[in-house]
């Protein structure tokens, strides 16, 4: 795809956050990924030339960090927590189910392109374990029955509000943006940390 002045201006306008230039790959790969749903090999040329970087140190990055999708996911892309304490609380079973529910593999996307599904590593959550993640976004304490409503929700195009953080699923490439660093005024909303991750602070203060 070809980028617009305005596109473009916005890219240099991420480059200028920060002293040194490359500093900007990531951002500004998150923006190329809020434009076309994934990282194209266009954006990768077109953040090397405004860099003044070899396509492959921008290559590099885009395929090393599992947040930058190289070809189109869904809307609303899914990821079942794995590792090990998600997994033993129901996180297999759920992972699963969705497989099974859906009619896709691990990093599949449905026939309407609604919702993409994917294992993911740690999220740091285990005090909400199993966790299932929908672009970024947190939904704690899921089992099979919740996790299979909340894939129907996204496909009717009513996604259920996070559990923590904005108070709706904004879709992947506005999650994209997001990440990118342009703000979509969502970033007070909501419950930011639960009772079960302030449980040790409390404790700490009462001397426990």
Known sequence: MAYSPDQIEIMNSIIKRYPRSRSAI?????YVQSLAGYVTNEGIEEIAKLLELETAEVTAVATFYTQYKR???GEYHVGVCTNTLCAVMGGDAIFAALKDHL???NDGVTADGKVSLEH?????????APVVMANWEFYDNQNVETAKNLVDSMRKGTPKPPTRGPNS????????AVLAGLSDG???????????????????????
């Open 103 to 105: 009619g896709v593999e």
């Open 71 to 73: 070809r189109p996911v």
């Open 26 to 30: 990531m951002p500004l790969l998150h």
């Open 186 to 208: 969502k970033a007070n909303e909501g419950l930011q940390a639960g009772e079960p991750t302030l449980l040790g602070l409390k404790l700490s203060k009462e001397g426990k």
């Open 169 to 176: 699923l904004v879709t992947w490439k506005e999650a994209s």
């Open 120 to 128: 993911i590593e740690c999220n740091a959550a285990c005090d909400y």
